[in-house]
C-alpha cells in the first residue's frame, strides 16, 4: 500500500495562477481532508469530505475549491493565487468507525510570488 | 470555537532527560490525538485519547488525559535523538465526529547529545 501520496512535492506559483494539488489513496478510507500548516503554526482545516460526492468547508476555505468524485482522489484547487497561500499543504484520511487513526501524506510546499 | 494550547512552544533537552509537553482545551475533549511531525514531513499517529483519566504509552512515550477531559499530557522518558521533531495535539470538537479536528501550535523538541 502506498498510503496517502501527494503531488506535487514542491511549486513555486506566480500570483493569479492557478493549480491544482492532487491527493490519492489506496487504502478505501470515506473521510479525506485537506489542511494547510503556515510557518511555526498548527494545521488548518481547508476542506474535507466523508466519502465520494461529499464535501464541505472547514476553517479556512477561501480560495480554495475541492472535489471527491472518486473514493481515491481528493484535488485541491487554488484559483487566482496569492502570497497568502503560501504554506504547506498536507492531505489526510480516516476510515471513520474504526481505530479512529488519520493518514497524513508527505504534503506539498506551495510559494506564491 | 474551542482552542489548543500546547506548551512549552520549544523544548531542547540533553538526551537521556525526561521531558513533558502539555496540551490544554478551552472546552472539553472529546478525542485527543498526538502526532509527530518531522522537519518537512507530514504528520505520525502516535496515539489517541478518550475517557477521563486514560493513560496510553507507545514505546517511551506516554500521553495521558485529565479526568476533567480538558488537558492532557506527553510525556518522554530517558530522551533519544529520534525523539526530535514537532509533537502537535489535535481535538476533536464532537464526539466520534473525526471531521474537523482542531489542532495545537505544536511543540519543536530538540535532544541535544
Known amino acids: 500500500n502506498a498510503g496517502v501520496t501527494q503531488t506535487p512535492k514542491f511549486r513555486i506559483l506566480k500570483i493569479g495562477q492557478s493549480m491544482t494539488l492532487q491527493c490519492t489513496q489506496d487504502?478505501?478510507?470515506?473521510?479525506m481532508y485537506w489542511y494547510r500548516q503556515d510557518p511555526g503554526m498548527g494545521l488548518k482545516l481547508i476542506y474535507y469530505s466523508v466519502g465520494a460526492g461529499i464535501t464541505d468547508k472547514g476553517e479556512v476555505p477561501n480560495g480554495y475549491n475541492v472535489s471527491r468524485s472518486t473514493t481515491e482522489d481528493f484535488p485541491l484547487r487554488l484559483e487566482l493565487a496569492a502570497p497568502s497561500q503560501t504554506s504547506v499543504y498536507f492531505c489526510?484520511?480516516?476510515?471513520?468507525?474504526?481505530?479512529?487513526?488519520?493518514?497524513f501524506g508527505p504534503g506539498t510546499r506551495l510559494t506564491v510570488l | 470555537s474551542q482552542e489548543l494550547e500546547q506548551s512549552p512552544q520549544s523544548l531542547i533537552v540533553q538526551e537521556g532527560k525526561n521531558l513533558t509537553i502539555n496540551c490544554t482545551s478551552s472546552k472539553t475533549l472529546y478525542g485527543l490525538y498526538w502526532y509527530k511531525q518531522k522537519y518537512g514531513e507530514g504528520l505520525i499517529f502516535l496515539m489517541m485519547l478518550q475517557k477521563g483519566g486514560e493513560e496510553k504509552s507507545h514505546e517511551k512515550i506516554t500521553a495521558k488525559l485529565d479526568e476533567k477531559k480538558q488537558q492532557s499530557s506527553l510525556h518522554i522518558t530517558a530522551s533519544q535523538p529520534s525523539h526530535a521533531g514537532i509533537y502537535l495535539c489535535g481535538a476533536d470538537p464532537g464526539y466520534s465526529s473525526a471531521s474537523k479536528i482542531i489542532f495545537g501550535s505544536g511543540t519543536r523538541l530538540s535532544i541535544r547529545p
Open positions: 487504502m478505501n478510507h470515506n473521510y
Open positions: 489526510a484520511t480516516w476510515l471513520a468507525g474504526t481505530y479512529n487513526e488519520q493518514f
